[in-house]
Nanobody
Framework: TERLAESGGGSVRTGGSLRLSCVVS????????IGWFRQSPGQEREGIAS????????YYADSVKGRFTISEDNAKRTVFLQMNDLKPEDTATYYC????????????????????????WGQGTLVTVSS
């Protein structure tokens, strides 16, 4: 059974940066893809970045493209999300997740992310950006 544990959230001002980490334990089913999504109270899940482990192919939602970077350290079984130029609208709880087969890559960031598309996700880490 895979488990994911996020860390690195916090409070920053507009324009600030944070680096989130996700440690993955257990096997990674499906397409060997890990993604980050975020959700605010009353809002739908938004898939923002995904990466194929080993291939390093990455995908981003338009809302974060050019500001966020997803990367992985396979030896440490850790996936990172470097977030630069943060804006108040980036405020949300951020989760790392394993998408089900066929729901990774581009499909993870293509629109509203459904829970049924996910194999597993972590407990989340809160990011707050103030103006």
């Amino acid at each position: 059974t895979e488990r994911l544990a996020e860390s690195g959230g916090g409070s920053v001002r507009t324009g600030g940066s944070l680096r989130l980490s996700c440690v993955v334990s257990g096997s990674i089913p499906g397409d060997y893809c890990i993604g980050w999504f975020r959700q605010s109270p009353g809002q739908e899940r938004e898939g923002i970045a995904s990466i194929y482990i080993g291939d390093d192919m990455t995908y981003y939602a338009d809302s974060v493209k050019g500001r966020f970077t997803i990367s992985e350290d396979n030896a440490k079984r850790t996936v990172f999300l470097q977030m630069n130029d943060l804006k108040p609208e980036d405020t949300a709880t951020y989760y790392c997740a394993v998408p089900k087969a066929g729901h990774g890559g581009y499909w993870f960031v293509a629109g509203t992310l459904q829970e049924k598309s996910l194999e597993a996700w972590g407990q989340g880490t809160l990011v707050t950006v103030s103006s």
